[in-house]
Structure formats: C-alpha cells, structure tokens
C-alpha cells in the first residue's frame, strides 16, 4: 500500500511543477495558487511512505520518477527537444531507481523515536570519543 501513496505523492508533485510552468514565473494567479496546492499534498502521502521505507530510498525514487515524468511531459506538452542523450538519460534515472529497488532494505525494521533519542546519548559519547581522537591525532601530526 505505501507504493501506492509513493506514487500518488510523485504525480502530485509533478503536476506542481508543470503548475509551475503555467504560472509564468508566478505571475499568472489560478497555477500559482494549484502550484502551492499540489506542492502542499504531495508531502502527506510522501510523509506517510516514510513510516514504513527508508528515507534515502524514498527520497531517491520520488525525486527520480518525477524528474523523468516533467522531463517526458515537457517532450510531450511543451515540445522541449527531445534528443538522444535526453532520452538516454532519463532511461538511466529509471535505471538507477530500479537498481535502487532490487538492492533491499526498504522495509527493514527501524527503531521508533523513543527508542532513537535512547541512542542519542550513546551517539554523543561515540561522538565525543572520535573527537578526542582526531584532536590527538592533529596534534601529534604538529
């Protein structure tokens, strides 16, 4: 089920930006206004996918499938050119976020936030201990 939000908040964040070609650089009111909107949207479905994958994964994938979809739609609609490495590249994104699929993960087991801010003194003890270390090592370097 979280796909399919995945995907609700990329089309809701694409037709923000082709809102955002519309409105003429803001200047033109009703797609300014649909912009915002849509922008506005497409964070709640994306917020709700990263309860359950990992934040680099979604965020990969949505941002790429966007990115390929404006530039397909800016072929199409817009008539922007539509050349060999354009097209080759936009075959790579989708590459890219398939390998980023096959390489797992996405639904491992994360702590809550109750359990993460637990680590957080942990974390700062580790932290404190490795700049010690670097301050020791600069030093020495002298």
């Known amino acids: 089920?979280?796909?399919?939000?995945?995907?609700?908040?990329?089309?809701?964040?694409?037709?923000?930006?082709?809102?955002?070609?519309?409105?003429?650089?803001?200047?033109?009111?009703?797609?300014?206004?649909?912009?915002?909107?849509?922008?506005?949207?497409?964070?709640?479905?994306?917020?709700?996918?990263?309860?359950?994958?990992?934040?680099?994964?979604?965020?990969?994938?949505?941002?790429?499938?966007?990115?390929?979809?404006?530039?397909?739609?800016?072929m199409v609609l817009f008539h922007e050119p539509a050349n060999g490495l354009k097209v080759f590249s936009i075959a790579l994104i989708i590459v890219g976020v398939v390998c980023l699929n096959l390489s797992g993960g996405h639904g491992v087991s994360r702590p809550s936030t109750q359990e993460a801010r637990k680590q957080v003194p942990e974390l700062r003890l580790a932290a404190a201990q490795i700049t010690a270390n670097v301050s020791k090592a600069a030093e020495s370097g002298r």
């Not at 070609?21 to 506005?40: D, H, N, Q």
Request: glycine content about 8%; charged content about 10%; aromatic content about 14%.
């Open 1 to 74: 089920m979280c796909w399919l939000w995945l995907f609700l908040a990329i089309a809701l964040e694409v037709a923000a930006t082709i809102l955002m070609k519309y409105s003429e650089g803001f200047t033109r009111l009703g797609p300014t206004i649909g912009m915002l909107v849509f922008y506005a949207f497409s964070l709640a479905p994306l917020a709700k996918v990263l309860k359950e994958l990992e934040v680099g994964a979604v965020y990969a994938i949505w941002s790429a499938l966007g990115t390929a979809a404006v530039a397909l739609i800016g």
